[in-house]
């Protein structure tokens, strides 16, 4: 049963990762033909980063994804702390609603983000409010789920004797939050914006439905490239982005052991709250 396990284990990596090892080999290949390789070359690379278009379409997606991570890991914090505050039962019950957005599907999403938008453009009597505004509100809509969820746990972990230790030698609570509060948090905020920033970087279902014309990011008009044949720089930069997404998903799972490995250790006496007894 173990050799099975680890046989099946194989076969998947292997579904998983071939394809995007063709691709970045594609990257460097001199010829035209994804299936002879011709030569090495570096010319892809040099063609794509000459491309200002796809230059433009990587920005949009950077901002984007940046943006949305930043507000959605501030605003998941908050709500964390408010979900721990909660009595139990609602507590529960909003863990679920929580859950919804992650569990429902992608193009549902997006629709019903797609039609919210076309009747607030209604009643605002604009024609056209799909755009920056939209495609970033539905960023921080599905990414605040995933913050919420990693923040939590730490919460969980956290004595709450250190906030009262704070607060009793001489800390504000709003000094308190920020310097043992925060601190304590940290592992899970950082995991949740790493999660945020690599969901948001690669989207294109919900992104597709609550974009405009205006503002484009590059999961979208790479759907349009699959309508003709793909210039090999595409390759290039197909394998760029994953190696990002890949140091990124490396560095989370490192902070999730950190944080899984780490025990907690309280010394009050030797903590600096900025504060006097």
Known sequence: ?????KVLTVIVFIFLYVPIIILAIASFNSGADIALFKGFTLSRYAELFRDASLLELVRNSFIIAILSTVIATILGTAAALGITRMGKKLRALILGMT???MTNPDIVTGVSLALM???TGTILKLNSILGFWTLLIAHVTFNLPYVILNVMPRFAQMDPNLTDAALDLGCTPVKAFFKVTLHELMPGVIAGALMSFTMSLDDFVI??????????TLPVEIYNYTKKPIHPKVYALFTLMFLVLLLLMILMNVLEARKGNKKEKIHLPGMDFGGSV
């Open 1 to 5: 049963m173990r050799k099975a396990s």
């Open 99 to 101: 859950n919804i957005p």
């Open 117 to 119: 938008f076309a009747f």
């Open 207 to 216: 992104s597709y439905f609550v974009t405009g014309s205006g503002f484009v």
